[in-house]
């Protein structure tokens, strides 16, 4: 059985004057603090071995957890003597902690499907002689003032972004969870007895020794809660039931978006990052799709690279610069999927690697089939948005429903015959809130 270890040493100065009597694992997210929505969770999966690391007012938490019972699971405690940040206490532990081990610290709301992620980290430790640890990273609302990690197309993190952020910074919405599971390696990497964290000290410094982290990206909960603002937040989610319902065991619809034309202006074969442009009212209404359950997913043909009109890092700069300019607006994307394929042979500078057919150029369905193996998606209940007759064939091949956009080519690109005619709104702000409104009065 894998140890798990809470952090909850921290003093909790973002909280401001909550903290000077309350610990931040102690902090209340509806009826309960922040700390028991961490352990019932952990136990669901067989994490029952905790260790919480306690100094700041550190008693009110043995007081409240105990030895753990009455919460079904085996309780202590490692109380530092001075502040040794969120990597110091661990190296003290090492004993204690075995091959691998779980470390959560004490100021997270999440809703993991903790099965997964060993389940992956496992893998990765099997196959990398020198893995160290894997990180859950995630989208979140506030990216900016969160701490980044930059990942490899195989998860592999290759670099980490603290905050504070250059103002020009393009960036994937890739967000340090706070929750990892590490590997006895980590040890070799702390030092004894010194203040140290792990996202600014530890972490850069096993990559810098050419240590192997990485990333488990999942649109699962996980929720920072070291602020009264997201706090309020994540009580919020609570009482709407978008935190219970928010791990990959649970299914969920998603909405499944077009790129160019739906979320950007429509430039005809777009290369350059510099020429993304959101149109007006998309990163509202992705925003929205966030707060209501739905999955908020790209679905997108990037035939640029198959045409040679541009590399594949050129294009992940582009879908960067859309992540970067959404997070501003306090927007995410659960996940991006995009085909670089194309079929037809002629294009001067071309890359013959791509010129292929394949099973996930729109309208194939190979792209949303596997976001519903990633993510658990209810199709059923799931929609498409596009703005042309190809995303509209995919929703028919799929059995789902499509709604289309004025924005981009408005569905008058006349490439395929459909067998119903599409409802058409003026932009996907307008489709998102039908979508809303239809679903709150279905349930009246």
Do not use: W
């Not at 699971?73 to 969120?86: A, C, D, M, R």
């Not at 992540?323 to 501003?328: A, F, K, N, S, V």
């Not at 999927?337 to 394949?358: A, L, Q, S, T």
Request: hydrophobic share 35%.
């Amino acid at each position: 059985m894998n140890k798990v270890v809470i952090v909850a040493g921290g003093m909790g100065t973002r909280m401001g004057k909550l903290s000077e009597s309350t610990p931040k694992s102690l902090m209340r997210a509806g009826d309960k603090p922040i700390i028991s929505y961490q352990i019932e969770n952990l136990k669901k999966y067989g994490l029952r071995d905790i260790i919480l690391v306690v100094n700041h007012l550190g008693g009110a938490i043995k007081e409240y957890c105990g030895d753990g019972k009455r919460f079904g699971v085996n309780i202590s405690y490692f109380e530092e003597q001075k502040p040794l940040g969120t990597a110091g206490g661990i190296k003290l532990l090492k004993r204690k902690l075995g091959d691998d081990f779980v470390v959560v610290y004490g100021d997270i709301l999440f809703n993991i499907d903790f099965r997964a992620l060993l389940a992956q980290h496992y893998q990765n430790k099997k196959a990398i002689k020198n893995h160290v640890g894997t990180l859950v990273v995630h989208p979140n609302n506030h990216p900016l003032d969160s701490d980044l990690v930059d990942i490899s197309e195989n998860g592999r993190i290759l670099n980490f972004l603290s905050k504070p952020h250059a103002p020009d910074l393009c960036f994937r919405n890739l967000v340090n969870a706070a929750l990892y599971v590490l590997t006895s390696k980590v040890h070799r990497y702390i030092p004894t007895g010194e203040k140290t964290d792990f996202g600014k000290d530890i972490f850069p410094k096993i990559l810098a020794k050419k240590g192997a982290l990485f990333a488990y990206h999942t649109p699962e909960y996980t929720r920072d809660m070291g602020t009264p603002e997201r706090l309020n937040e994540g009580l919020n989610d609570i009482k709407s039931g978008l935190f219970k319902q928010s791990s990959l065991r649970t299914k969920r619809p998603a909405i499944f978006l077009d790129r160019d034309g739906v979320i950007n202006k429509e430039v005809g074969n777009l290369r350059r990052a510099e020429d993304f442009i959101l149109l007006p009212n998309a990163a509202k209404a992705i925003r929205k799709i966030n707060q209501t359950g739905y999955y908020a997913v790209v679905i997108s043909n990037q035939p640029v690279v198959a045409k040679g009109f541009c590399t594949m890092d050129e294009l992940l700069e582009i879908n960067k610069k859309m992540e970067t300019l959404l997070g501003i607006e306090g927007a995410k994307l659960d996940a991006v999927y995009f085909c670089p394929h194309h079929p037809d042979k002629g294009f001067p500078g071309e890359n013959k690697k791509y010129k292929v057919v394949c099973g996930c150029r729109k309208p194939k369905t190979g792209m949303i089939q596997n976001a519903k193996k990633n993510f658990n998606i209810d199709l059923k209940r799931s929609i498409m948005v596009g703005d042309s007759t190809r995303d509209s064939r995919l929703a028919e091949n799929l059995g789902i429903k499509f709604f289309g956009v004025k924005t981009g080519e408005a569905l008058k690109d006349n490439k395929y015959e459909l067998k119903k005619k599409p409802k058409v709104y003026k932009d996907l702000f307008a489709v998102v809130n039908a979508v809303i409104k239809n679903k709150h009065q279905s349930k009246t």
